[in-house]
């Protein structure tokens, strides 16, 4: 993938995200009922690894911290992306640098590594495991 | 290296590359050197048509960015539930094209 790809790609991941949580913000004050955009948990009705990751975003807004790391922990991380990362995407566009693209180089490769794979894999399983006991 | 072996080369891997690389690869493995054939013959080369199916089967948990090595991607497309469902459906038209690029970069590293 080359950079400016890169960079297209996650400034509009990054927006249609801000977008989303605001949307939602707006339909818990008026309304109980959630919009899930989730195909896998539509056609299957299990969830996935990623579900209840709104849920628990939005916990975290409210000051929740226990109830976020029980809904989804991977929301804690969206959440620390979602703070970095644009504020990273605006220093390299004000500064005409790369550090985030090499940042995700970098990083990429580490995760590459046979070890940190099978470690990350497992996380993610058991989280998928525990988000279908929970039934989100 | 030999053109009969390089155009033999082409039609067997042809599908793995974008067309518009073709002539482009026909140039260098024929000006590569000989030694290099056993390298390339041996290198394995991801298959577009695989990685569709499995784009549309397990895109959603991004699978298919991890199966041709995006692992970056992969994770982004995992912890937004394929990119909100919209990313999901944008790689059914995207996930051939790099495959096809992540072969040519392999076939680049050996050259």
């Not at chain 1, 940190?116 to 279908?132: E, K, M, R």
């Not at chain 2, 999901?88 to 590293?109: P, S």
Request: aromatic share 12%.
């Amino acid at each position: 993938m080359n950079r400016k790809s890169f960079y297209i790609l996650f400034s509009v991941v990054c927006l249609i995200s801000y977008v989303w949580l605001f949307f939602n913000i707006q339909s818990q004050s008026t309304s109980t009922h959630t919009l899930s955009v989730c195909m896998f948990k539509n056609i299957t009705s299990v969830p996935c690894p990623a579900c209840g990751t709104t849920t628990s975003v939005l916990s975290l807004l409210a000051g929740d911290f226990q109830q976020a790391i029980m809904t989804n922990p991977s929301g804690i991380i969206a959440a620390f992306l979602l703070l970095v990362i644009p504020l990273w995407l605006l220093n390299d566009a004000l500064f005409k640098k790369a550090s985030l693209f090499n940042f995700y180089v970098k990083s990429e490769n580490f995760i590459k590594q046979k070890y940190v794979a099978a470690l990350l894999f497992t996380a993610v399983l058991s989280n998928w495991v525990w988000t279908i006991i929970k039934e989100i | 290296m030999d053109a009969n072996k390089v155009d033999m080369f082409i039609m067997s891997n042809g599908k793995f590359f974008e067309g518009h690389h073709l002539p482009q690869i026909r140039e260098r493995l024929l000006q590569a050197d000989e030694s290099k054939w056993s390298m390339i013959q041996m290198a394995q080369y991801k298959d577009p048509t695989i990685s569709l199916i499995v784009s549309v089967i397990a895109g959603q948990l991004g699978i298919d960015r991890f199966l041709i090595g995006d692992v970056g991607l992969g994770i982004a497309k995992l912890i937004t539930c394929g990119g909100f469902g919209i990313w999901w459906i944008v790689d059914f038209f995207l996930i051939m094209g790099a495959t096809k690029e992540k072969n040519i970069m392999k076939l680049q590293q050996v050259l």
